[in-house]
């Protein structure tokens, strides 16, 4: 009787059990279906919100609680921090046969880097000389007048790679006056990161935008190669040559960069540098551009300015640069390489002055000097690199880009988050 009985109670806990584990694996099949139904909402309001900054007449957006149009009291604030009183403010002055630029910093700003006790450089503000030792503005002029090169040395600053892996060129409407190019600095290994952005603010459908990642090479593991052959063949957004993708070598990335956007997509108007661990929000980017004048459109050269950066003299620093390739007690100043906008004019100055300028290995203070030597002042802009902790899920985000995202599940729940405040 007694065994019996225990045999019913042990049906019946079985029983049980099935039913537990059956309505946990509806549970999570249900809030599986909920999340993807909210991904593809997420991406289908975002995608939304872009195509409405890149085709509606500004005036007539949609009015916030306030009454104002959105997102114009985003350009009201930025107009009002970019042309605030600098009190304080150290201006950079630096002297030249070819002239003088004075450039000031957007706020006032401690020095960057610890000077050397061991290495004696010579003073930024009593003359800077970097080789080639030629006139690239005067030579760029008379290069877009009649065609001809003045320069007659030979290129101090060869790209000699070839590309494994070319997109095809950009395809923009011919009546798009504000097109973009986003130009997306990735390591070979960050396909996960990649990933990341495909999914959340690198998702676009606008025609009038594009978005290639740039890639160097990992020749020591050829099944990582195989990897990216695969993605670049899926995605079509893969610019790769054939250069060892390393830090040090973000400046051929940067010029690969360059050169692949003049040559293959040249009607692009702006073109937007960021690397993968940034979080973009696109929208507040577009509203920027597209409320531009055109006077300000041909000479964009814009982003977090860094006016005051001593080189790094410990052997030990990833930034580290000897005496030997960059004489002077500061850079002079540039604009932080993690997200910045250029236009297209820029771009072909660049493109042009690139052979013409030594190699630095710190790619951002080595467009500095290009664009010094070019007559190019980098303008300053705080939204372009907000700090990640000071992110607000629960107001209006002003900010264009942040830095900090390596892990693609943060920044998809961090993206979700803002999208529901971008509408």
């Given at each position: 009787m007694m065994n019996k009985r225990a045999s019913k109670l042990s049906l019946f806990g079985r029983v049980k059990y099935l039913l537990v584990l059956l309505m946990f694996i509806s549970v999570t099949m249900t809030m599986r279906a909920l999340l993807q139904t909210h991904s593809d909402t997420m991406a289908y309001v975002y995608n939304g919100v872009v195509k409405q900054l890149s085709r509606a007449q500004w005036d007539g957006l949609?009015?916030?609680?306030?009454?104002?149009?959105?997102?114009l009291s985003n350009v009201t604030r930025l107009k009002e921090r970019m042309s605030a009183s600098r009190k304080n403010v150290t201006f950079v002055e630096v002297k030249t046969p070819n002239g003088s630029v004075t450039l000031a910093p957007s706020k006032s700003q401690k020095v960057i880097g610890i000077p050397s006790?061991?290495?004696?450089?010579?003073?930024?503000?009593s003359g800077f000389r970097y080789p080639m030792h030629v006139n690239l503005r005067e030579a760029y002029t008379i290069k877009m007048l009649n065609g001809t090169n003045i320069i007659r040395d030979?290129?101090?600053?060869?790209?000699?790679?070839?590309?494994?892996?070319?997109?095809?060129?950009?395809?923009?409407?011919?009546?798009?006056?504000?097109?973009?190019?986003?130009?997306?600095?990735?390591?070979?290994?960050?396909?996960?990161?990649?990933?990341?952005?495909r999914r959340t603010w690198g998702n676009i459908k606008d025609l009038n935008i594009r978005l290639v990642f740039l890639l160097g090479?990992?020749?020591?593991?050829?099944?990582?190669?195989?990897?990216?052959?695969?993605e670049a063949e899926v995605y079509r957004d893969i610019v790769q040559e054939n250069f060892m993708d390393t830090y040090h070598n973000n400046t051929y990335k940067t010029t690969m960069a360059f050169n692949w956007g003049v040559e293959h997509c040249p009607s692009a108007k702006v073109n937007y540098f960021v690397d993968d661990d940034y979080?973009?929000?696109l929208p507040n980017l577009l509203l920027y551009i597209r409320?531009?004048?055109p006077r300000h459109i041909e000479n964009l050269f814009t982003g977090l300015l860094v006016p005051h950066s001593r080189p790094f003299s410990d052997p030990k620093s990833k930034w580290f640069v000897p005496l030997s390739e960059y004489q002077y007690d500061f850079w002079v100043p540039y604009l932080a390489g993690g997200a910045f906008l250029v236009s297209?004019?820029?771009?072909?100055?660049?493109v042009f002055a690139f052979p013409y300028v030594k190699y630095m290995r710190i790619d951002d203070s080595y467009l500095g000097i290009v664009a010094y030597k070019l007559g190019i002042k980098p303008q300053p802009n705080m939204l372009f690199n907000y700090n990640r902790g000071a992110i607000n899920t629960k107001a209006h985000a002003r900010w264009f880009s942040s830095h900090g995202f390596k892990n693609p599940v943060i920044m998809e729940k961090k993206w979700s988050a803002l999208m529901m405040f971008l509408v």
């Open positions: 949609i009015k916030n609680s306030s009454g104002m149009p959105f997102y006790q061991k290495q004696q450089r010579l003073h930024l503000t030979t290129p101090i600053n060869p790209h000699p790679f070839v590309y494994l892996h070319r997109p095809d060129p950009c395809t923009f409407s011919p009546n798009a006056s504000r097109s973009l190019l986003i130009l997306v600095k990735s390591s070979v290994g960050n396909s996960v990161i990649r990933g990341g952005v090479v990992n020749t020591s593991d050829p099944g990582l190669q195989r990897s990216v052959d695969t979080l973009v929000l409320r531009l004048a297209d004019s820029i771009m072909r100055k660049f």
